[in-house]
């Protein structure tokens, strides 16, 4: 069954830049950037296609943008033009038998047409003709005490890297992270690299950064960008942290949101199951982090910690948050802008990817009273200098 979401209508520019603009003047020391809003893209799903996507990822190729979307109710991949806004391919992959390949989690775009598919509970990792429907997996054991590549959760994403035949993926810690002190958390792997070739795997020198799990304990989660640099946004640390190489260690760049008090709160490790479970939606916190290869800009997902109001629909808030900013940030991740989306912008950041003309989110969010529960929708943001 169609999950019924919405979509958001096009906005001329000057009231949109009042909704979403970060309302900062521009310092005169360096250029400031923003996202300004344009036109919305739609593209017409069927019955069993939810307006929210599983998973997303963008592909340019010479005549058209093609954007590919995981269906988790149908286990398909699909590709949309986003030149013709409409499907123009789309496979379903069995989960068992001959060609299974499990539940699908995530993907990587090889080319348009050659795709590598991770599944939620395998260690394989297999390769793709999605016009054809081929299939080829690879069996890997992923590094003592850590999880199969991960992808989730929405809130923090991460994409893979294909390095001279070794995909780099985000893993987890198979434990309890809040036994750990902050010495043994800071000796926690964050990625590691597959070998495609013998399905060796080899953890990479990215830790948890020393002293985020001392005394004052957030939250575990982070968000990983795979190319040109690896990058990693963590829940609650102000600072993102960086390798040039696979093999590199990370560098700390302060990229702190405006928004933010200097403090985030500490995870109620001994507050009620009502406390830990709201802890994500009342704390401010850092998100998803993408990287901008038309632009060379990296962009923060930043979350505002919310006050909840009786009215609130509290399970909705977990995949829409009331309102959130955005911080640029260069190539060499220095902030250069952040740009607030308040109540009314209502979208859905999760639902965001890069293309060549910009950064799209999806408008696909429940109270948007312009929603359309038969199409996927994205509005697109210029970068403004």
Request: charged share 20%.
């Given at each position: 069954m169609k999950t019924k979401q919405s979509l958001y209508a096009p906005a001329i520019i000057t009231i949109g830049l009042m909704i979403f603009g970060c309302g900062n003047s521009k310092p005169k020391d360096k250029p400031y950037a923003s996202l300004a809003p344009s036109e919305t893209i739609n593209f017409p799903i069927d019955n069993s296609t939810?307006?929210?996507?599983?998973?997303?990822?963008?592909?340019?190729?010479?005549?058209?943008?093609?954007?590919?979307?995981?269906?988790?109710?149908?286990?398909?991949?699909?590709?949309?033009?986003?030149?013709?806004?409409?499907?123009?391919?789309?496979?379903?992959?069995?989960?068992?038998?001959?060609?299974?390949?499990?539940?699908?989690?995530?993907?990587?775009?090889?080319?348009?047409?050659?795709?590598?598919?991770?599944?939620?509970?395998?260690?394989?990792?297999?390769?793709?003709?999605?016009?054809?429907?081929?299939?080829?997996?690879?069996?890997?054991?992923?590094?003592?005490?850590?999880?199969?590549?991960?992808f989730w959760p929405s809130a923090f994403p991460s994409n893979s890297a294909l390095i001279n035949g070794n995909l780099i993926v985000k893993t987890s810690f198979e434990g309890n992270p809040y036994l750990l002190s902050d010495e043994q958390m800071s000796a926690t792997h964050l990625a590691y690299s597959i070998d495609l070739n013998s399905g060796q795997t080899t953890p990479l020198p990215h830790f948890f950064p020393k002293g985020y799990w001392?005394?004052?304990?957030?939250?575990?989660?982070?968000?990983?960008?795979?190319?040109?640099?690896?990058?990693?946004?963590?829940?609650?640390?102000?600072?993102?942290?960086?390798?040039?190489?696979?093999?590199?260690?990370l560098t700390p760049v302060l990229a702190e949101s405006k928004y933010f008090k200097k403090s985030i709160d500490r995870f109620p490790t001994d507050g009620s199951p009502e406390d830990r479970g709201?802890?994500?939606?009342?704390?401010?916190?850092?998100?998803?982090?993408?990287?901008?290869?038309?632009?060379?800009?990296?962009?923060?997902?930043?979350?505002?910690?919310?006050?909840?109001?009786?009215?609130?629909?509290?399970?909705?808030?977990?995949?829409?948050?009331?309102?959130?900013?955005?911080?640029?940030?260069?190539?060499?991740?220095?902030?250069?802008?952040?740009?607030?989306?308040?109540?009314?912008?209502?979208?859905?950041?999760?639902?965001?990817?890069?293309?060549?003309?910009?950064?799209?989110?999806?408008?696909?969010?429940?109270?948007?009273s312009e929603n359309k529960e038969d199409f996927m929708s994205f509005k697109r943001f210029e970068l403004i200098w």
């Open positions: 939810s307006n929210v996507s599983s998973f997303l990822a963008y592909h340019d190729n010479s005549e058209d943008g093609l954007l590919l979307s995981l269906n988790q109710q149908t286990n398909e991949i699909q590709a949309y033009s986003l030149n013709e806004q409409k499907l123009v391919y789309q496979h379903s992959y069995d989960v068992d038998g001959p060609k299974g390949v499990g539940e699908i989690s995530a993907f990587h775009i090889v080319r348009p047409d050659s795709i590598m598919i991770f599944p939620f509970s395998k260690n394989s990792v297999y390769t793709s003709n999605i016009l054809r429907g081929s299939v080829e997996g690879l069996k890997y054991e992923p590094p003592l005490g850590y999880s199969n590549a991960v001392g005394d004052k304990k957030t939250y575990w989660r982070f968000s990983m960008s795979a190319g040109p640099k690896f990058v990693y946004s963590f829940f609650g640390d102000h600072h993102v942290y960086y390798a040039a190489s696979p093999n590199s260690k709201m802890y994500p939606i009342v704390t401010p916190h850092y998100g998803n982090i993408i990287y901008d290869q038309y632009r060379e800009v990296y962009y923060r997902f930043c979350f505002p910690g919310v006050e909840i109001q009786e009215e609130d629909n509290i399970s909705q808030l977990f995949s829409f948050p009331k309102a959130f900013s955005i911080i640029i940030l260069d190539k060499d991740l220095n902030p250069v802008g952040e740009t607030y989306f308040g109540k009314n912008a209502k979208l859905a950041p999760y639902n965001s990817f890069v293309g060549k003309d910009g950064l799209y989110i999806s408008i696909n969010h429940p109270e948007n």
